[in-house]
């Protein structure tokens, strides 16, 4: 599901942009983008579609958004975005910390394993 709204993130980020600009723009920036402006947007729609609490639907945002951590230490887009991105992860009462009872990718993982809600596919 996490993917689904992702995505239309995407498409929306993208109706903004013009053909070039879109064509410029590295996904890198564009989930800068996401991160920065549309997390409560992302939030309402997975709360209004499915039955989520605050730190389940937050949890798979980040999760979606988070995997771009490694990308930008690799290019260099963004010195910040690791910076950033815990400021914001973190503003929302969760932990970076794996291990931890907050940590921002426990509710993720609840579900993928089976422990909340119910697989309907793989
Ligand atoms: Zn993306």
């Known amino acids: 599901m996490i993917q689904i709204i992702h995505e ?3 498409a ?3 109706s903004n942009l013009t053909y070039d600009q879109n064509k410029a723009m590295l996904d890198t ?3 800068y983008i996401m991160l920065q402006n549309y997390v409560q947007g992302m939030k309402a729609f997975l709360q209004e579609t499915f039955t989520l609490n605050d730190q389940e639907a ?3 945002i980040f999760g ?9 230490n690799s290019t260099g887009v963004y010195v910040d975005w690791g910076n950033n991105f815990k400021k914001i992860v973190s503003s929302h009462g969760f932990s970076l910390i794996y291990g931890d009872a ?5 509710e993720i993982d609840f579900f993928k ?3 909340k809600g119910s697989k309907n596919c793989n």
């Open 58 to 60: 937050l949890s798979m």
């Open 113 to 115: 394993s089976g422990v």
């Open 29 to 31: 920036e564009k989930h």
């Open 64 to 72: 979606g958004i988070g995997d771009l951590n490694n990308e930008n």
């Open 12 to 14: 929306i980020i993208r």
């Open 102 to 106: 907050n940590y921002y990718l426990n």
């Open 8 to 10: 239309i993130t995407h």
